[in-house]
């Protein structure tokens, strides 16, 4: 099933004449790193302490957006300019899965939509990421497999703000976009799983 992460390549293209800037300038991965994680939970906490204002919800997308921008860049400084390192590592797989958190999670106070929903899919993002570096410890690759990838999630849930944030009343359907995520990611967590077991079968 196709994954936006298979527009990646494409993406790091556009990316590439900042990313040697940056370098040149003296910005090291990990500091990138940091900027996404604090972006995430700055734009969290406004969502969380106006849960039923449009306009916070409008800032969902953004955020998202930038914060793929800079996954992308922390992770072109580390392999293109020598910064790979084991601190970079752990920052990267921990900032993913708190940098989810803090954007996602807050959407169960937004009335429109269903809290139980929101945490499962929330759930579902923490187990196919753990999922996908599990692969590591029994020797396989870091797993990326979707078809509800981190740049999935992105899309999806960025859209859900930008839809809510404009004010459309979408109640009869809002809820069922979160339903097919959830089942969209225990489809992720089986095929990195599968993936995994498979390199290292």
Do not use: C
């Amino acid at each position: 099933m196709p994954s936006v992460y298979d527009l990646k390549p494409r993406f790091q293209a556009l990316l590439r004449p900042l990313v040697s800037r940056l370098a040149s300038a003296g910005v090291s991965a990990n500091q990138v790193t940091v900027v996404a994680i604090a972006l995430s939970l700055g734009t969290g906490a406004i969502i969380l302490s106006n849960p039923t204002s449009h306009w916070p919800l409008l800032l969902l997308p953004l955020a998202l957006l930038l914060r793929m921008a800079l996954n992308a860049i922390d992770g072109m400084l580390a392999r293109e300019h020598g910064m790979v390192s084991a601190l970079g590592g752990m920052l990267n797989e921990l900032g993913d899965v708190v940098s989810d958190i803090a954007l996602y999670l807050p959407l169960a106070f937004v009335p429109a939509l269903s809290p139980a929903l929101v945490v499962l899919v929330v759930l579902g993002s923490v187990v196919s990421e753990m999922t996908g570096v599990v692969g590591v410890q029994i020797g396989a690759s870091r797993r990326y497999e979707g078809p509800m990838g981190k740049s999935d999630r992105a899309l999806w849930l960025g859209a859900v703000g930008a839809v809510l944030g404009l004010g459309v009343d979408a109640a009869p359907w809002i809820n069922g976009v979160l339903v097919v995520m959830v089942l969209l990611l225990g489809l992720t967590v089986v095929n990195r799983a599968r993936g995994a077991l498979g390199e290292v079968g």
